[in-house]
């Protein structure tokens, strides 16, 4: 199965396990588990929102994490601070990398937004250098435009977006 087909059986899958629910941590909690139970050579996957400047540590599967991201700093930082996804095929190249797992070697996070603001990011992480690839980054965006549709996200995390 390519990867387009994959993304696109995996968001399906994602619309119907949020179906009814609206609640922005039961939704990204349910997110995480799927990603982290569906996606292969993944040693980490979840969800960082924002809090004023900073982005804080919400529902993730995998080993404990750095709680709390300046935006601008690591890669979660810096695709918040861009408003882009940012596929990372070797973290020890990535300028300002914040290694929370030192078995992470690559990397993909991609924004969320709401009305052109930042509310959070969705980071997933691999013990695989170049794991990850545009048509991931394409296929997870997929996924947090079906998590943002399941979701009511008046989280308050948009303060200084």
């Avoid at 545009?134 to 549709?149: M, S």
Wanted: glycine share 10%; proline share 4%; net charge negative.
């Amino acid at each position: 199965m390519n990867k387009q087909m994959f993304y696109a059986g995996l968001a399906d899958e994602l619309a119907t396990l949020l179906t009814d629910e609206r609640d922005w941590i039961a939704n990204a909690a349910n997110t995480a588990a799927l990603l982290y139970l569906r996606m292969a050579d993944v040693n980490w996957a979840g969800f960082y929102f924002r809090q004023g400047a900073e982005l804080v540590l919400g529902p993730f599967q995998g080993k404990p994490a750095c709680v709390r991201i300046a935006i601008g700093r690591g890669v979660c930082g810096t695709a918040a601070r861009r408003r882009e996804t940012i596929v990372v095929p070797d973290v020890h190249l990535f300028p300002g990398h914040i290694a929370c797992d030192s078995a992470s070697n690559s990397e993909v996070v991609v924004p969320i937004l709401i009305d052109g603001c930042v509310v959070g990011v969705l980071d997933i992480d691999s013990p695989l250098r170049g794991r990850f690839d545009a048509d991931d980054g394409k296929g997870l965006e997929r996924i947090v435009a079906v998590f943002c549709a399941a979701t009511d996200l008046n989280t308050g995390s948009t303060e200084g977006a």
